[in-house]
């Protein structure tokens, strides 16, 4: 066989749980032939060894039936992600980590950074699963292009649907297009730990978390519920944003989470016919507020015609334009939460045990309750009504 044709032969070969084969992917770094031995180098960047296994199996069949004899495969992995470290009350223990993506406003693009920061983990190998826990305005069907698609139900508990390599489950697969619901304190709860506990997660290694806008009743059960590794704050540069992205990040300071950075969204236009920019809403401002709460910007996206096509069309960016500046910004996003993720762990920084309600500072007695600004108390305030006491304090 000639170098050709054995390109030929692997641009068949799909890498397993995506649509693109290992040729596309960029994955083959090395072919050699010498006489009759025919020895490729792959770079793949999953660490799991049923991945290795599976493309070894496939590429040694089609290879061998296309003529070669004498065939050497040698693999390259990534190290094997760590096991979490984190502590206190798990509702998806087979989950190693969370992100939770926030922000104080609606419509600065936590979805679509949520979407494209997931498909980003998974094209580097990570098992990722995505909770749209936006149960007010639940979008990341659409924006992973499974609007429609109903998940599976085993038994007692519901399969995620899978599209570009990510798990996903969200309020809007679950209930008809476009009912609205009305939700309780305490049918918030419920629902999120439903939506944590009822749903066959896999072995995960990070489920990203997409979360309705501000402060509120679905925060707060949430991290009461998980562990949370990692909080994400969405802003748009625009001081009224900047000045609600301080909540969302004073929110994660009292829930006691780690606080991974800002992605600045909307950051500047390009025009795509001058090359020109223009700074919309500004760029860069967020800066202050990251100094404010000790940490930083980790991302600036611009404003593109491309993400928002992405997003109504179910064809995240990072996926489909992955030469584009943008894909690459968000896998850059990935790989810079993925090593504060590491860090994380190995100083054993994730866990909810201070805000328990049973854990006698309960989390409205004490300054961990964060503000609901709609009802102006502390966390618990707006279940007067419900009769449940949504967070478990005894009100
Ligand atoms: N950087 C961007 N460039 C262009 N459009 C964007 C960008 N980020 C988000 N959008 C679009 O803006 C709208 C709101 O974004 P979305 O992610 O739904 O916000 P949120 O989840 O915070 O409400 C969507 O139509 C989305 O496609
Ligand atoms: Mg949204």
Same mark, same amino acid.
């Given at each position: 066989?000639?170098?050709?044709?054995?390109?030929?032969?692997?641009?068949?070969?799909?890498?397993?749980?995506?649509?693109?084969?290992?040729?596309?992917?960029?994955?083959?770094?090395?072919?050699?032939?010498?006489?009759?031995?025919?020895?490729?180098?792959?770079?793949?960047?999953?660490?799991?060894?049923?991945?290795?296994?599976?493309?070894?199996?496939?590429?040694?069949?089609?290879?061998?039936?296309?003529?070669?004899?004498?065939?050497?495969?040698?693999?390259?992995?990534?190290?094997?992600?760590?096991?979490?470290?984190?502590?206190?009350?798990?509702?998806?223990?087979?989950?190693?980590?969370?992100?939770?993506?926030?922000?104080?406003?609606?419509?600065?693009?936590?979805?679509?950074?949520?979407?494209?920061?997931?498909?980003?983990?998974?094209?580097?190998?990570?098992?990722?699963?995505?909770?749209?826990?936006?149960?007010?305005?639940?979008?990341?069907?659409?924006?992973?292009?499974?609007?429609?698609?109903?998940?599976?139900?085993?038994?007692?508990?519901?399969?995620?649907?899978?599209?570009?390599?990510?798990?996903?489950?969200?309020?809007?697969?679950?209930?008809?297009?476009?009912?609205?619901?009305?939700?309780?304190?305490?049918?918030?709860?419920?629902?999120?730990? @439903?939506?944590?506990? !009822?749903? /066959?997660?896999?072995? %995960? #290694?990070?489920?990203?978390?997409?979360?309705? =806008?501000?402060? &509120?009743?679905?925060?707060?059960?949430?991290?009461?519920?998980?562990?949370?590794?990692?909080?994400?704050?969405?802003?748009?540069?625009? @001081?009224?944003?900047? !000045?609600? /992205?301080?909540?969302? %990040? #004073?929110?994660?300071?009292?829930?006691?989470? =780690?606080?991974? &950075?800002?992605?600045?969204?909307?950051?500047?236009?390009?025009?795509?016919?001058?090359?020109?920019?223009?700074?919309?809403?500004?760029?860069?401002?967020?800066?202050?507020?990251?100094?404010?709460?000790?940490?930083?910007?980790?991302?600036?996206?611009?404003?593109?015609?491309?993400?928002?096509?992405?997003?109504?069309?179910?064809?995240?960016?990072?996926?489909?334009?992955?030469?584009?500046?943008?894909?690459?910004?968000?896998?850059?996003?990935?790989?810079?939460?993925?090593?504060?993720?590491?860090?994380?762990?190995?100083?054993?920084?994730?866990?909810?045990?201070?805000?328990?309600?049973?854990?006698?500072?309960?989390?409205?007695?004490?300054?961990?309750?964060?503000?609901?600004?709609?009802?102006?108390?502390?966390?618990?305030?707006?279940?007067?009504?419900?009769?449940?006491?949504?967070?478990?304090?005894?009100?």
């Amino acid at each position: 066989m000639n170098e050709s044709q054995v390109k030929e032969v692997l641009s068949t070969i799909l890498y397993p749980g995506f649509q693109k084969d290992i040729v596309t992917f960029g994955f083959v770094k090395n072919i050699n032939i010498n006489e009759t031995a025919l020895v490729i180098d792959l770079e793949i960047t999953s660490s799991a060894k049923e991945v290795e296994e599976m493309l070894k199996g496939e590429m040694g069949f089609k290879l061998k039936q296309a003529g070669a004899t004498e065939l050497t495969i040698n693999i390259k992995k990534p190290d094997e992600p760590r096991e979490t470290s984190s502590k206190g009350k798990n509702l998806a223990p087979q989950v190693k980590n969370f992100i939770m993506v926030s922000s104080g406003k609606g419509g600065v693009g936590k979805s679509t950074t949520t979407v494209n920061l997931a498909v980003a983990l998974a094209m580097q190998g990570k098992k990722v699963g995505i909770l749209d826990a936006d149960i007010y305005g639940p979008n990341v069907p659409r924006m992973m292009g499974i609007v429609g698609a109903k998940p599976e139900v085993q038994g007692q508990s519901v399969l995620p649907i899978e599209a570009y390599g990510v798990q996903t489950i969200s309020m809007g697969s679950l209930m008809e297009e476009g009912q609205s619901l009305i939700w309780r304190g305490s049918m918030i709860m419920k629902v999120i730990e @439903q939506l944590l506990q !009822d749903i /066959s997660w896999g072995e %995960l #290694d990070v489920l990203v978390i997409d979360m309705p =806008p501000g402060t &509120g009743d679905a925060q707060l059960t949430l991290a009461q519920s998980i562990p949370v590794t990692a909080g994400l704050t969405v802003t748009t540069p625009q @001081q009224v944003s900047l !000045d609600d /992205s301080r909540r969302s %990040l #004073d929110m994660f300071k009292k829930l006691h989470i =780690p606080i991974a &950075g800002i992605v600045e969204n909307m950051s500047g236009f390009i025009c795509p016919e001058t090359n020109k920019e223009y700074d919309i809403f500004g760029k860069g401002t967020s800066e202050v507020v990251a100094n404010e709460y000790d940490t930083k910007i980790l991302s600036e996206i611009p404003i593109e015609p491309a993400i928002r096509e992405g997003g109504d069309g179910g064809k995240p960016i990072t996926y489909h334009q992955p030469e584009s500046k943008t894909a690459k910004e968000y896998m850059l996003l990935a790989s810079n939460l993925w090593t504060f993720i590491e860090k994380v762990n190995e100083e054993g920084i994730a866990t909810n045990e201070a805000i328990q309600p049973t854990s006698g500072a309960s989390a409205c007695s004490t300054a961990a309750a964060p503000q609901q600004p709609s009802h102006g108390g502390g966390g618990c305030g707006s279940h007067g009504g419900d009769g449940q006491g949504g967070c478990g304090c005894g009100h």
